[in-house]
T-cell receptor
């Protein structure tokens, strides 16, 4: 089955710790995205990548980092600089990054502070 | 920043009725419009997308777009209790949006409740 796999489903972060969220897709999509969703809020764009080995900051990139070394993978690191990391993190992909292709989402990772 | 506005609801409709969900956007350069359904605690799933003015139908769902009024809507006919969810409107940013051009801006969603 083609799809987007995010892991882990739940993650807990200690103060001062960096944590990495995994996102893998087997849809052969060029573009991948990371969003953050807070309760009662829409999705906010953290980082996006339109092609392998390239990525761009989204609207709320501070305290986050990404890499795109393989087409299938787009991991997100939540660094200790992100002071309010508790949220639902969603990874998505689309055929291209042109903005006119539908984005498809993984099941998400819930991150909480210990 | 360009905005996408939705009534947060909850919108309550009886089973079998038509649910009408509305979305307005501020970026005149937007060309692509998407509707997602999100059940509580789950990730969004794509319902429909529309690019041209007018109506687009898919089963019980109809998307309507009016670019002049900067308005997009989703109609759900014969609403079922299983349609109860939050519906997110997403609009792509125009090319003059600077950083993040062509990316999607999401509304906060409208919560729909279908009463049996």
């Amino acid at each position: 089955d083609g799809g987007i796999t995010q892991s882990p489903k739940y993650l807990f972060r200690k103060e001062g710790q960096n944590v990495t969220l995994s996102c893998e897709q087997n849809l052969n999509h060029d573009a991948m995205y990371w969003y953050r969703q807070d309760p009662g809020q829409g999705l906010r764009l953290i980082y996006y990548s339109q092609i392998v080995n390239d990525f761009q900051k989204g609207d709320i990139a501070e305290g986050y980092s990404v890499s795109r070394e393989k087409k299938e993978s787009f991991p997100l690191t939540v660094t200790s600089a992100q002071k309010n990391p508790t949220a639902f993190y969603l990874c998505a992909s689309s055929m291209t990054g042109s903005g006119n292709q539908p984005q498809h989402f993984g099941d998400g990772t819930r991150l909480s502070i210990l | 920043q360009k905005e996408v506005e939705q009534n947060s609801g909850p919108l309550s409709v009886p089973e079998g009725a038509i649910a009408s969900l509305n979305c307005t956007y501020s970026d005149r350069g937007s060309q692509s419009f998407f509707w997602y359904r999100q059940y509580s605690g789950k990730s969004p799933e794509l319902i429909m997308f529309i690019y041209s003015n007018g109506d687009k139908e898919d089963g019980r769902f109809t998307a309507q777009l009016n670019k002049a009024s900067q308005y997009v809507s989703l109609l759900i006919r014969d609403s079922q209790p299983s349609d109860s969810a939050t519906y997110l409107c997403a609009v792509n940013r125009g090319r003059d949006s600077g950083a993040g051009s062509y990316q999607l801006t999401f509304g906060k969603g409208t919560k729909l409740s279908v009463i049996p």
